[in-house]
């Protein structure tokens, strides 16, 4: 038998309390007019619509980032300016995504080991190995070259513990509860807060800058 689906809207001067009750558990939205308010296990479709927005950089505070989603900032990076200020957190993932974040890619590894096994060859005389090393060097040194030319800009905080979460891009900004992981994301129940005011955008915009300047040396 499928659970109830209750909806209750209730006006109260120029704000809007939707709540949406699917069997016991609830999903929360305070809809104001520059923002919105967020509670339940579905954080992404407003994160995710702001890290991929077609804007021109993005600013993270995260102390998690999972692989999941440092994956999708590497991507991300390549077409716009991403800076995030993270935590060295006892997380599960987090020494898979300094490897996203700092190594080169696992193909480029691969394509490495084949030029070095083909110029092994091609030392106990078979020629024509020769030619395939260096067309599998110059591959190799395209990668690294794309690989390295992106905007991703990581500062990586090692003596104090920042556990805030904030997530801004050019018109819109998130803070709250949800870290950058798929559970955090997709799994828990997290609130945030969105806003789209430009007051406010320039505040956390400051906020995050003062950050990124306090920690300069890390």
């Not at 927005?53 to 590497?74: M, Q, T, V, W």
């Not at 716009?80 to 957190?89: D, H, L, M, N």
Request: glycine share 4%.
């Amino acid at each position: 038998m499928q659970p109830k689906i209750a909806r209750v809207d209730i006006n109260i001067t120029s704000k809007t309390y939707k709540t949406v009750i699917y069997g016991s558990k609830p999903i929360r939205d305070l809809c104001m007019k520059e923002q919105t308010w967020y509670s339940g296990k579905e954080s992404y479709k407003y994160i995710d619509r702001l890290l991929y927005s077609g804007e021109r950089s993005l600013r993270i505070i995260s102390p998690f980032i999972s692989a999941y989603y440092a994956k999708r900032l590497y991507r991300i990076a390549r077409r716009k300016q991403v800076y995030i200020i993270t935590s060295k957190a006892a997380a599960r993932d987090e020494k898979e995504s300094k490897k996203l974040f700092y190594s080169p890619s696992p193909r480029l590894s691969v394509i490495a080991y084949l030029a070095l096994l083909s110029l092994i060859i091609a030392a106990l005389g078979l020629y024509p190995f020769f030619l395939i090393t260096v067309l599998l060097l110059c591959i190799a040194i395209f990668m690294r070259i794309r690989s390295t030319n992106t905007k991703l800009h990581v500062k990586i905080v090692r003596s104090d513990f920042i556990h805030e979460k904030l997530y801004i891009s050019d018109t819109t900004a998130i803070t709250g509860s949800a870290n950058l992981t798929y559970p955090g994301t997709h799994k828990n129940i997290e609130s945030i807060s969105i806003t789209r005011n430009p007051e406010d955008i320039k505040r956390f915009r400051r906020h995050f800058d003062g950050l990124w300047r306090a920690y300069r040396g890390q």
